[in-house]
């Protein structure tokens, strides 16, 4: 069903008429939050099968504009991606690619943050994606670094 969402938000994103666009887009949303329902039953907390529908449902809501529910979506995700210092995990290929993972959610946080005005809080996570991204990935700090420069100074 996590295709059949993405269809859906694919259909919905080149639909020319609002109403349309507007219930594809719901629709869409529906069928990520039945697949979500459906993995929580299945995997436990924390699963990567779970997280991938929640990042699915918050790229969703972001395409819908409805920022405020794609943050919460991507802050699931990142929360999903948390690894316990010390834990068994942790400096592991599979802690790097949760980093990597919480960095991605940081910046995309960060960016409805932004589009929704709250200067602050998207600072704060632009800084946590910039940060992580510096240390791990400086192939992609550059893209945090002009999120950063493009909010207003508060």
């Known amino acids: ?3 059949m969402s993405d269809a859906y938000a694919t259909w919905a994103a080149s639909e020319p008429d609002e109403t ?16 979500l329902n459906t993995v929580k039953n299945l995997y436990h907390p ?4 779970i997280s991938k529908i929640e990042r ?15 943050a919460e979506a991507f802050k699931e995700v990142y929360k999903m991606n948390l690894v316990e210092p010390g834990s068994a995990k ?24 932004k589009n929704l005005g709250e200067f602050e809080e998207a600072r704060s996570w632009a800084l ?3 940060d992580f991204r510096a240390q791990n990935e400086p192939e992609k700090v550059e893209v945090s670094q002009k999120l950063l420069d493009s909010l207003p100074q508060v």
């Not at 809501?61 to 529910?69: D, L």
């Open 46 to 49: 924390g699963s990567s099968e």
């Open 20 to 35: 349309k666009k507007h219930q594809l887009f719901e629709k869409a949303i529906e069928l990520c939050s039945e697949a």
């Open 128 to 130: 946590e994606a910039r």
């Open 1 to 3: 069903s996590g295709s």
């Open 90 to 113: 942790a400096g592991t290929a599979s802690a790097k690619g949760k980093a990597r993972m919480r960095a991605w959610c940081a910046h995309q946080i960060a960016t409805c943050y």
């Open 56 to 70: 699915r449902r918050g790229q969703v809501y972001f395409s819908m504009n409805s920022f405020k529910e794609a």
